[in-house]
């Protein structure tokens, strides 16, 4: 199945950047000045719905992703073989989020 973007979010350097997808990843991306992007990992999985949002840490080492699954999970490193912590609670799909100016806290 094709990845189509619902929404994508940068690093704060702009070097990497998120894909929210409608197969139910996320992806990431390297950016290179004059270059096409390259996938720069495995998908990240974790959601069994639609990916709305992403959104990187300021820090840039976790990433929010926010799902019609009702879920949102920070993923740890961006990295599949570290699962990231899902935040549950929510009735209805949650179709975005934002880091707290000090990255301790996802609302």
Known sequence: R???????????????????????????WRTEVGAQADAAAPPLTGHTDE??????????AFLL????????????GASPQEPGETLRGHQDPVRCGAWASSGLRVA
Request: contains cysteine; proline residues 2%.
């Open 2 to 28: 094709r990845h189509t973007f619902l929404s994508v979010g940068f690093t704060r350097r702009c070097r990497e950047v998120a894909s929210a997808g409608d197969d139910k990843t996320v992806r990431l």
């Open 65 to 76: 992703s926010c799902s019609d699954d009702a879920t949102a999970i920070i993923h740890k």
């Open 51 to 60: 990916v709305r949002a992403v959104s990187y840490s300021p820090c840039g």
